[in-house]
């Protein structure tokens, strides 16, 4: 499973354009690097393909051998496992942006997991409180989480303080086989 996020940089002109850019070029994208190289090198080619504005970006491939990717910004990747939120972007370069040209994409990988990842926006990732989030995430049911997760950063006013994107993913359960009983 692909996932990718970009948030076009504000103040900078044609963010939105950057952005698309970005995710176009994912979405364009045949073979799946495996390691964290791969992403990074993807995401630089990314850089110079930015023909207007700046854009942050997080991809990521999720598989059964584990999660690998790369980030630029300060969109982020977080995985929740164990009763732990972990920042897989955590050491990830703010600036400079996808669409500069000197972009610094920093890689990231981590064993396979049974854990919730999210990846998003700045506009949730640095408004949501962190100890809230812990306590509410594992009782959201799935289908309605992300909704749910915006609303955990939106205003009273009903406003947001910025763009929210999120996308949530965890790893498809197995069907039990089904026990089979027989009354004598």
């Known amino acids: 499973m692909l996932i990718?996020?970009?948030?076009?940089?504000g103040g900078t002109g044609s963010g939105d354009l950057a952005a698309e850019t970005v995710v176009r070029e994912l979405s364009l994208l045949t073979d799946v690097p495996r390691p964290?190289?791969?992403?990074?090198?993807?995401?630089?080619?990314?850089?110079?393909?930015?023909?207007?504005g700046e854009s942050t970006g997080v991809v990521v491939a999720?598989?059964?051998?584990?999660?690998?990717?790369?980030?630029?910004g300060d969109s982020q990747a977080w995985l929740f496992e164990d009763g732990e939120l972990v920042d897989l972007t955590r050491f990830q370069c703010r600036k400079p942006l996808l669409g500069s040209g000197v972009?610094?994409?920093?890689?990231?990988?981590?064993?396979?997991?049974?854990?919730?990842l999210l990846v998003a926006t700045d506009g949730f990732c640095n408004y949501v409180r962190r100890k809230d989030l812990l306590k509410e995430i594992l009782w959201i049911g799935f289908e309605v989480l992300a909704s749910r997760l915006v609303e955990m950063v939106?205003?009273?006013?009903?406003?947001?303080w910025d763009d929210v994107g999120i996308v949530a993913c965890r790893?498809?359960?197995?069907?039990?086989?089904?026990?089979?009983?027989?009354?004598?």
């Open 154 to 160: 939106r205003l009273p006013s009903g406003d947001l």
């Open 103 to 116: 972009a610094a994409p920093t890689g990231f990988s981590r064993p396979a997991s049974g854990g919730l």
């Open 62 to 72: 999720r598989t059964n051998d584990g999660i690998v990717g790369a980030s630029v």
């Open 36 to 52: 964290e190289s791969g992403w990074t090198g993807f995401l630089s080619r990314v850089d110079q393909r930015v023909a207007e």
């Open 171 to 184: 790893p498809r359960r197995t069907p039990r086989k089904r026990r089979r009983f027989t009354i004598e």
């Open 4 to 9: 990718g996020v970009a948030d076009g940089a």
